[in-house]
């Protein structure tokens, strides 16, 4: 049975509080799913956002301009609400490094801005409103922090994945699909969860998907752990993405899903990197995704 996917509809009533976040640091990216209500919203609409005047750090909307903060001196309009048609969902992302941000929607990279070294804010955390300002008008999902600034392929690669395994960058990650609950859950076992103020969960969310590592020898798929695709020697490497397997390919060999397949082609303990690396090098083997 699917489990069904929800995410929070502030209409500029609710918001979700994280108390006592630690400090952004001075490398860091902000991720957050958005769904906007409206093509224009009120001035300093906040939508991952901390800090008042000299401490605001973060995402906020004025009319209808996207705007980021590094306090008064570091504010900057990074994306106008044209690119966010109502009824759609988008992803953003902000990557902080030294004394610029670097700004994706849905995962490509759009511009780079300078707005100063990061004012590392401890004011308290909010996503749907700035402090006492304006309140975000949209479904707001899949939330994230890191304490590092991710480069294009590292962007690219997780904005729209569910991130599995041990990611040591990783702050904080709430999917914000409680469904009916008052406390939203950080994923990363950090603990900085949150609390949910008005707003109504709904059934509707964006794409995001699970991706299984798998190498392919002639037309079978074994299972790699996804911990070694973090190691160098296949950093360089390029998915086959031309050639996932699909649900023909598993009813072809007697399989009825994925998991039945690495039940039985489970190499996990039997390779490590390196060995999988020379199988690769030598034609014999090549990666591929598979998407669950």
């Known amino acids: 049975m699917n489990k069904k996917k929800y995410s929070l509809n502030f209409k500029s009533d609710g918001y979700i509080f994280f108390d006592n976040f630690p400090k952004f640091g001075d490398n860091y990216t902000l991720q957050i799913w958005i769904n906007s209500n409206s093509n224009s919203f009120n001035a300093w609409s906040g939508l ?27 504010r900057v309009v990074i994306d106008t609400v044209d690119n966010f ?15 610029f941000i670097k700004y994706y929607r849905d995962g490509n990279f759009i511009r780079k801005f300078q707005v100063g070294k990061s004012i590392n804010s401890l004011d308290d955390l909010y996503i749907g409103v700035w402090d006492n300002y304006s309140r975000y008008n949209g479904k707001v999902s ?17 904005y729209n994945k569910e991130l599995t395994g041990n990611n040591r960058h990783l702050v904080a990650h709430w ?14 076992n ?20 699970c991706y299984k590592y798998l190498i392919k020898q002639d037309s079978n798929y074994y299972s790699i752990k996804p911990e070694y695709i973090q190691e ?10 031309g050639k996932k397997p699909n649900r023909d390919d ?23 990197p390196a060995d999988i690396l020379k199988k690769i090098n030598s034609g014999k083997f090549h990666i591929v995704m598979m998407e669950m």
């Open 48 to 74: 991952f956002m901390r800090g008042d005047l000299n401490t605001s750090q973060g995402l906020y909307w004025y009319g209808k301009d996207l705007c980021f903060t590094n306090a008064v001196s570091g």
């Open 250 to 272: 598993f009813n072809k060999y007697g399989f009825n899903n994925l998991n039945d397949l690495l039940i039985e082609y489970n190499l996990e303990k039997l390779f490590k």
């Open 232 to 241: 160098e020697v296949f950093k360089s490497l390029i998915l086959d993405g």
């Open 85 to 99: 048609p109502i009824g759609s969902w988008h992803n953003i992302t902000i990557a902080h490094e030294k004394q």
């Open 190 to 209: 950090n603990g900085y969860n949150g609390r949910v103020y008005g707003g109504e969960w709904v059934e509707d969310s964006p794409s995001i998907y």
């Open 142 to 158: 899949e939330a994230r922090v890191w304490s590092k600034a991710l480069n294009d392929q590292e962007v690219l690669f997780t």
């Open 175 to 188: 999917g914000i699909n409680e469904g009916n609950l008052t406390e939203i859950y950080d994923y990363s």
